[in-house]
């Protein structure tokens, strides 16, 4: 069978075909800048130059057919008929509390996803059109995979906030935890690597992309992960501050006159190593800025292997220990000077990183010394396989 794998963003789609027999993307693209001027798609197909479609896409009705023509195209297509695609599996950013695992898409699944979209504005209702949409062009069984659904393993005690409990009650206000597909990937890879049962495994996965995220993962659950009620916790991120004292919002809210909706952007879209750099949200030029002496990039590349080794010493405290380390996503997986200057924080956990192999790239590595007591592993994430592969499984 082969499916379309859809992640809706606010303004962009990211599209992949996959075919299950072989589990292999046969092609995949980006529609960028939907409803704004200036929007195209980028389609790439395997062995062939990337191929750039301009166009006006005013909304993501007309950016999914547009998909799904580069798909069927004579020459950069990969099917000879959209009738070859067998189901649809979406990306959905936010399941709340109603959804543990991958749902078959049905009205009551869409009203459900509807019903958290005030905890993902952004996110749910692109989401949701990406389904419609494909409910009409393609006709053919649907899936939604869930960013928070491995974290509804989470216990009590770890995903409630100090807050009166009946903010929880009223509004659900708690951690739910985001990236949920990516951290299942890696730590089941890391058990195949291992070789050992992830049912007896306490693995820390590190999602290091635009937005990140830590995961503490106790025999194959989720006890703990960084980002909150939204992607905003956490970890210092490409352009969000990640944790601060509450304190501070309603403070610099009354400082500079801010709006709660201009605070929240200050917070997703000023902040991070952006904002603290005043260079870029992108870790190879900061890493570029630091090797020219550039003090702002150097302190946020400080500030930021420093959190993310926080967090990874308290979930070693919430899980009671840690048999390996793992680095993914855009950074974690290309960033070998974060991996290391992470890891030399770690040294008392039995942490030593290996410079050589730490400095290899594109594929799955274990990168620690052969006698460190903690393995420091390098996977590449998937999520479109995972989505793929949970759609498979029930449709
Ligand atoms: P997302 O899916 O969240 O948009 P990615 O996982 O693709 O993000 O990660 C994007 C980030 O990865 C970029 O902002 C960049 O900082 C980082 N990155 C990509 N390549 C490299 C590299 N070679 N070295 C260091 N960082 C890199």
Redesign the pocket.
């Known amino acids: 069978m082969k499916i379309l794998v859809l992640n809706c963003g606010s303004s962009s789609l990211k599209y992949q075909l996959v075919d299950m027999a072989t589990e292999t993307a046969m092609a995949k693209g980006l529609v960028e800048r939907i409803g704004i001027e200036g929007s195209q798609l980028v389609h790439e197909k395997d062995g062939m130059d990337k191929v750039k479609i301009g166009a006006e896409i005013p909304n993501h009705t007309v950016a999914v057919q547009m998909a799904i023509d580069a798909l069927t195209h004579a020459e950069h297509g990969v099917i000879a008929d959209v009738k070859e695609i067998g189901a649809a599996g979406h990306r959905v950013v936010h399941g709340g509390e109603n959804f543990a695992d991958a749902a078959l898409i049905t009205d009551e699944v869409k009203a459900a996803i509807k019903e958290c979209a005030s905890l993902a504005p952004l996110h749910n209702p692109a989401n949701l059109i990406g389904i419609e949409v494909c409910e009409k062009l393609l006709g053919v069984p649907q899936v939604a995979v869930f960013d928070t659904a491995f974290h509804q393993t989470m216990p009590e005690h770890s995903f409630l906030y100090g807050l009166p409990y009946e903010l929880y009650d009223k509004y659900k206000v708690r951690r739910y935890g985001f990236h949920g597909t990516s951290h299942k990937y890696v730590s089941d890879r890391a058990a195949a690597i291992l070789g050992k049962p992830i049912g007896e495994l306490k693995l820390i996965s590190c999602h290091l992309?635009?937005?990140a995220s830590v995961c503490a993962i106790k025999y194959g659950k989720s006890v703990d992960t960084s980002m909150g009620l939204t992607p905003l916790e956490g970890l210092i991120m490409?352009t969000r501050t990640g944790d601060m004292d509450p304190a501070a919002v309603t403070y610099i809210m009354e400082k500079e006159g801010l709006s709660p909706t201009a605070m929240e952007d200050l917070m997703n879209k000023k902040s991070g190593v952006a904002g603290v750099s005043g260079l870029s949200?992108?870790?190879?030029d900061l890493?570029d800025g630091k090797a020219n002496g550039h003090k702002g990039a150097t302190l946020a590349l400080q500030m930021y292997a420093y959190r993310v080794a926080k967090y990874i010493g308290a979930y070693t405290a919430a899980m009671n220990g840690v048999d390996a380390i793992i680095f993914t996503?855009?950074?974690g997986e290309?960033?070998a000077d974060?991996r290391k200057d992470v890891s030399e924080y770690l040294g008392y956990l039995g942490v030593a990183i290996d410079d050589e192999k730490n400095g290899k790239r594109g594929k799955e590595l274990d990168v620690s010394t052969p006698d460190a007591k903690v393995r420091v592993l390098v996977i590449p994430t998937n999520e479109e396989l995972i989505i793929a592969r949970e759609t498979i499984g029930l449709v």
């Open positions: 992309g635009n937005g490409g949200s992108d870790f190879r890493e996503a855009g950074v290309n960033g974060t």
